[in-house]
């Protein structure tokens, strides 16, 4: 999952991306309004963290104008403690949750995956595809029983392919879900990492898992089914 934070506080900006890293998180992040809402609207994110007081355009107008595009991608916004205005305006706007500073990190990781979970409706933590299993918190691959281990990459990767089985994903959509923005789009490393997890996924399994789609990407799906 990839995460755009707009903070122009620098230590909370490290403080988010480095917990969010940990947690498997791909992030990118801006310190300035308009930076941020260039790369929102440029990039397809699965969540925004955004700051409320921020140079150049402030969270709740950078919100309003994501939702004037239509663009339903879910929003929290971070604001100082007891700005009541703010969170009426941001909920007006059309945040999804809301979470006043200063907060503990673990506080915030779990309104993160309580929003991620609504917005997929998938209302689990654990992903399942064929005799694959994903735990989303404990980060633990599973199929047939035994336990898979990824590094960070692959498990992105992973993540990304069972949050949208049986669907064609082209080299774009993966890298906007899974790499950050300094991914150099011109070398080969989604093939690289695809084979990596493929090695680990589906080697010694008579039914595959992962698939190429020459031309076009890559599709997690059950063999017999096109
Ligand atoms: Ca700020």
Same mark, same amino acid.
């Given at each position: 999952m990839k995460v755009l934070v707009v903070e122009d506080e620098q230590k909370v900006a490290n403080f988010l991306q480095k917990g969010l890293k940990e947690?498997?998180?791909?992030?990118?992040?801006?310190?300035?309004?308009?930076?941020?809402?260039?790369?929102?609207?440029?990039?397809?994110?699965d969540l925004i963290l955004l700051d409320v007081m921020l140079p150049g355009k402030d969270g709740v107008a950078i919100l309003e104008t994501l939702r004037a595009r239509k663009l339903e991608i879910p929003v929290i916004m971070l604001t100082a403690k007891d700005m009541v205005v703010d969170k009426l305006k941001g909920f007006e706007a059309g945040c999804d949750d809301y979470i006043p500073k200063p907060f503990s990190f673990e506080e915030l990781l779990a309104r993160v995956r309580a929003v991620l979970?609504?917005?997929?409706?998938?209302?689990?933590?654990?992903? $399942?595809?064929? /005799?694959?299993?994903?735990?989303?918190?404990?980060? !633990? =691959?599973? +199929? @047939?029983?035994?336990?898979?281990?990824?590094?960070?990459?692959?498990?992105?990767?992973?993540e990304y392919l069972m949050r949208n089985p049986n669907r064609v994903l082209?080299?774009?959509?993966?890298?906007?879900?899974?790499?950050?923005?300094?991914?150099?789009?011109?070398? $080969?490393?989604? /093939?690289?990492?695809?084979?990596?997890?493929?090695? !680990? =996924?589906? +080697? @010694?399994?008579?039914?595959?898992?992962?698939?190429?789609?020459?031309?076009?990407?890559?599709?997690?799906?059950?063999?017999?089914k096109q």
């Open positions: 947690e498997q998180f791909v992030v990118d992040v801006a310190y300035d309004g308009l930076e941020g809402e260039a790369m929102a609207l440029e990039n397809e994110y979970r609504r917005h997929s409706g998938a209302g689990t933590n654990v992903l $399942n595809f064929a /005799d694959l299993t994903l735990d989303l918190i404990s980060h !633990k =691959v599973i +199929r @047939g029983g035994k336990e898979i281990e990824l590094t960070a990459k692959e498990y992105s990767l992973m082209t080299r774009t959509m993966i890298t906007q879900h899974v790499w950050d923005y300094n991914f150099d789009s011109f070398t $080969n490393v989604i /093939d690289v990492y695809v084979n990596y997890l493929r090695n !680990k =996924v589906d +080697r @010694g399994f008579s039914q595959k898992l992962i698939h190429t789609v020459r031309g076009v990407g890559y599709i997690l799906k059950e063999s017999d």
